[in-house]
């Protein structure tokens, strides 16, 4: 499955992929509002890939690695995937910080949303957010996205973002005009 935008290319996650994620999630910036943390060690971050790929063994969609078409530079990660609690597809999404502010993050977002809708066929795609992830629920917002409600995560509060599939077919269509492919 690879999907590609104006200016990105997203692939499945693979275990070539285990040192450069190991990079991202190694991050106390980029990981801090995350339910499970910094990953300390490179097994922890195989043990997280894997789980991404048995995720796609089993409902054939998940999370995807970024590339940058200009340069093939790892832009980040993103994607979709079930939440063990609730029964929901959540989204989710990392851009690495050099990266941050072009605009890749909404690239990404909409992107991931048009595949959610389109070619899974979705109901309903959650953003589960930290309440102080400021930057995270402007850009969910922006992609459409409403607030539903506070709830409570494994202890961590959370806010409930939800875009329902006619709230979709209601987005100017203009918006998912750089989703140039989606194949398998």
Known sequence: MKIQTKRLIFRK??????ENLFKIYNDEELT???????????????????????????????????????????????????KVDGGNVNISYIINKSFWRTGLGKETCLALIYYGFKILELNKIVAEIDPKNINSIRLIEKCGFKFSRTMDWNGFERLEYTMLSCDFHNIDKELFSNVDTINN
Do not use: A, C, M
């Open 13 to 18: 996650i693979e275990e070539k992929d285990n």
């Open 32 to 82: 801090k509002y995350f339910v499970s943390g910094v990953d300390n060690s490179l097994e922890k971050t195989k043990i997280r890939v894997q789980n991404i790929k048995f995720h796609w063994e089993k409902f054939g969609f998940g999370d995807f690695i970024l590339l940058h078409k200009d340069n093939s530079k790892i832009v980040g990660y993103g994607g979709l995937h079930y």
